[in-house]
């Protein structure tokens, strides 16, 4: 599920006529659907009201290889429960949004190469004597209402009740609140979380793998061959670690980008 088209950028001086490829360079701006409540991928930042974030940063080097220009980006809010349906309908090219790769959702949109790989894991309270999904017995784990992570503690804490809400930073507030005892998502995720309140700690084993891909309509094979080459180009010339390290530093040292595996 993490094998993507073989990478084979289209640069925009030969996108072909008629393409939805050559529609954007046309346009002039490249238009991404992100959130604003993820910290650490894409969040509204209060000192300056603008979105920032490892994912808003990688959409803005995809814009820098298709026009020469970071800036020449439009963000489109949009709910996780949504992104797939503004693909399909064409109101965003893009889709980058911490949106892990699955074979289901495969069958429905296209994905990049994994630019970022995730783990599950849990977040709870200090001291709440939580190391493990087995001491989730009989209690509550907060988790988001569309994500993959939802089937695997359902699977490996039978026994906990779901506290299933609409935005991780509903999981934040729960916490806080005590209505949950834990959390549960992608290790990244759950950073940016502990980020905001320092009586919340990362425990637990890594659970499932999560791999993030940048997403696009089913049928605009020439995007995600133009997006793989950008993540290449990353790889190779050291953007993907300057970014890890400003925006993702809190998961601590990196060995680097995952690889890239393509077929066909």
Same mark, same amino acid.
């Given at each position: 599920?993490?094998? *993507?088209?073989?990478?084979?950028?289209?640069?925009?001086?030969?996108?072909?006529?008629?393409?939805?490829?050559?529609?954007?360079?046309?346009?002039?701006?490249?238009? %991404? /659907? &992100?959130?604003?409540? =993820?910290?650490?991928?894409?969040?509204?930042?209060?000192? &300056? #009201?603008?979105? $920032?974030?490892?994912?808003?940063?990688?959409?803005?080097?995809?814009?820098?290889?298709?026009?020469?220009?970071? @800036?020449?980006?439009? +963000?489109?809010?949009?709910?996780?429960?949504?992104?797939?349906?503004?693909?399909?309908?064409? @109101?965003? @090219?893009?889709?980058?949004?911490?949106?892990?790769? =699955?074979?289901?959702?495969?069958?429905?949109? #296209?994905? $990049?190469? %994994?630019? +970022?790989?995730?783990?599950?894991?849990?977040? %709870?309270?200090?001291? $709440?004597?939580?190391?493990?999904?087995?001491?989730?017995?009989?209690?509550?784990?907060?988790? +988001?209402?569309?994500?993959?992570?939802?089937?695997?503690? !359902?699977?490996?804490?039978?026994?906990?009740?779901?506290?299933?809400?609409?935005?991780?930073? @509903?999981?934040?507030?729960?916490? !806080?609140?005590?209505?949950?005892?834990?959390?549960? *998502?992608?290790?990244?995720?759950?950073? #940016?979380?502990?980020?905001?309140?320092?009586?919340?700690?990362?425990?637990?084993?890594?659970?499932?793998?999560?791999?993030? #891909?940048?997403?696009?309509?089913?049928?605009?094979?020439?995007?995600?061959? +133009?997006?793989? /080459?950008?993540?290449?180009?990353?790889?190779?010339? /050291?953007?993907?670690?300057?970014?890890?390290?400003?925006?993702?530093?809190?998961?601590?040292? =990196? =060995? /680097?980008?995952?690889?890239?595996?393509?077929?066909?």
């Amino acid at each position: 599920i993490s094998m *993507t088209r073989l990478v084979e950028p289209s640069w925009p001086e030969t996108a072909r006529p008629g393409s939805a490829l050559a529609a954007i360079v046309a346009r002039g701006r490249l238009i %991404v /659907g &992100t959130d604003q409540n =993820t910290n650490l991928f894409s969040f509204r930042d209060p000192s &300056t #009201g603008t979105l $920032s974030g490892f994912d808003v940063d990688l959409a803005r080097e995809i814009a820098r290889d298709l026009f020469g220009d970071p @800036d020449k980006v439009e +963000f489109r809010l949009l709910t996780s429960a949504g992104r797939f349906d503004a693909l399909e309908r064409n @109101d965003v @090219d893009l889709v980058v949004h911490a949106t892990s790769i =699955t074979c289901e959702r495969a069958t429905r949109v #296209g994905f $990049s190469s %994994v630019y +970022f790989e995730a783990f599950q894991r849990l977040l %709870v309270p200090e001291g $709440s004597g939580i190391t493990s999904p087995a001491d989730l017995a009989g209690k509550r784990v907060c988790t +988001f209402i569309d994500t993959t992570s939802l089937a695997t503690i !359902q699977r490996v804490a039978p026994e906990a009740t779901i506290v299933a809400v609409p935005d991780w930073d @509903d999981c934040l507030t729960t916490l !806080q609140l005590g209505q949950a005892d834990a959390a549960t *998502t992608d290790n990244s995720i759950l950073a #940016g979380l502990a980020a905001q309140d320092p009586n919340l700690e990362i425990v637990g084993p890594n659970l499932e793998l999560e791999p993030y #891909g940048v997403v696009a309509n089913k049928n605009n094979d020439a995007l995600v061959r +133009f997006v793989n /080459g950008t993540l290449e180009r990353m790889r190779e010339d /050291g953007t993907w670690n300057r970014l890890y390290d400003r925006w993702l530093g809190l998961l601590g040292p =990196t =060995t /680097g980008p995952p690889a890239p595996r393509y077929r066909d």
